[in-house]
């Protein structure tokens, strides 16, 4: 049977991402440059986000500090995904002031978010504008940047877990492995059970009702007060979500031809002194074997009798 005729019934849609084609003395417009990097954005955005999801990829270490009764905030350096996949970079690491007024009331818990926006640079005006047009910029670089945000409530679309505060968000604190309870041998990996990875594990592609521009913005991490009225930072509310690197399989491989043969030759090695043993044993066998044996009778024959000892006669008395 063909394959033409094993198909019951089709069905065709047309996909979002779109790669331009050129071809000789063909006349290109600015739109069709743009379009060669629209589509390799766009493509990179679909795979990160269908293969991570949003959250933190490494660094992005909040600290909080007190300078003179200012509360600032340190942002590490470091990598994040928005919900849309873009990547959101801090090259190094920046300061935030958490109340520029210095207010001793500021409640917690507090927020830190970071979120990605774009900045346009080099405007260049069109060399073909007529003396009648008004003669507008464009943008003919656009910039990635981001911006730090301390916020007192926390987003509902921001990227992140749940939060230890609120139970309604079903943040479990079995769910999270003690340092001591962590093995050397543990890949420490999320598991399908954990709320905050349950939509990887079921292979949902978006971040549902958040997807889109309204998730622009990734949790980092909340702050709060502790007893002697000092802040202090929680990154439980971040969502980590750096790749965990497997073993090379074939290194493992070869590991494990290489323990074979040297357990093979251990064992050949082993047959080999058991024979060498049993060849010098039948050897003394038969060395024994070649030597004439006296019996026992004619060791006796040969063997003078004993005599017993005679007693002296006591001289005689005349």
């Known amino acids: 049977m063909s394959g033409a005729n094993n198909v019951c019934s089709t069905g065709k849609g047309l996909s979002t991402l779109m790669r331009p084609r050129f071809g000789p003395g063909m006349l290109l417009q600015h739109d069709d440059l743009e379009q060669l990097s629209a589509y390799t954005r766009e493509i990179n955005r679909l795979m990160f986000r269908s293969l991570f999801g949003c959250g933190v990829i490494c660094g992005l270490v909040v ?83 981001f911006e730090i945000r301390i916020v007192r409530e926390r987003p509902k679309c921001a990227c992140g877990c749940a939060d230890h505060q609120d139970p309604k968000q079903g943040y479990k604190e079995e769910s999270v492995k003690k340092p001591e309870e962590a093995k050397e041998a543990d890949c420490r990996c999320v598991g399908p059970h954990e709320l905050c990875y349950k939509d990887h594990y079921d292979g949902k592609c978006d971040c549902g009702e958040c997807s889109g521009a309204s998730c622009d913005c990734i949790l980092l991490a909340s702050l709060d007060r502790d007893k002697d009225d000092k802040w202090i930072v929680d990154h439980r509310v971040r969502r980590f979500i750096r790749p965990v690197l497997m073993r090379d399989p074939r290194v493992e491989i070869e590991e494990e031809a290489r323990r074979k043969k040297s357990t093979e030759q251990k064992e ?51």
């Open 63 to 145: 600290e909080p500090e007190e300078n003179c009764g200012k509360v600032c905030v340190t942002i590490g350096a470091g990598l994040a995904l928005d919900c849309c996949g873009n990547p959101v970079y801090v090259p190094k690491n920046i300061t935030v002031a958490v109340d520029e007024n210095c207010d001793p009331n500021l409640n917690p818990p507090l927020y830190v978010l970071l979120c990605g926006t774009t900045k346009c640079c080099a405007p260049r005006t069109s060399m073909c504008a007529t003396d009648d047009d008004e003669m507008s910029s464009q943008c003919t670089r656009e910039r990635d940047a």
């Open 268 to 318: 050949e090695k082993g047959e080999k002194e058991k024979r060498r043993y049993k060849d010098a044993a039948q050897q003394g066998d038969v060395k024994q074997q070649r030597e004439p044996r006296t019996p026992a009778r004619e060791l006796l024959a040969k063997e003078p009798p004993a005599t017993e000892p005679q007693a002296k006669e006591p001289p005689s008395r005349r």
